[in-house]
């Protein structure tokens, strides 16, 4: 009797630790290490009010738009990759960021080119 509510009590445990792992790879790892393709890109307008970032904290690409065209670049971690950036700067009239220096809901700030330390405020939905 012993042994058997031992091997059921196992059992559990080891069920328990396995929906346990897969909670916090979901809950915390997903959400905080990996980035997310899919997500909805915020709209940050810069001081110049001619130039729209779209970017999201764990997207995989930042958009960005000023009057003479738009162009959408990979993000590594906080880096931007225009691909061509001599292109990029072409199409755009303006030397695009290279980086993102720090992002959140509230303001998106931006390092290199003729971005260097100009931090955009995201546009509040109501506009």
Known sequence: MLNGS???LHGWLIGAAVLGAVVVYILFVRSHWMPTPNA??????CPDKQTVIYYHHH???LKIETPQG???GDMHYNDIDWGD???AATALGVRPPRVIQYGDIKSVRL???QFDNVECP???PEQ
């Open 6 to 8: 031992f091997g059921k």
């Open 40 to 45: 909805a890109l915020e709209k940050y307008v």
């Open 59 to 61: 997207a995989t690409t």
């Open 70 to 72: 738009v162009r959408v």
């Open 85 to 87: 950036y001599e292109l």
């Open 111 to 113: 390092g290199g080119g």
């Open 122 to 124: 995201r546009e509040s």
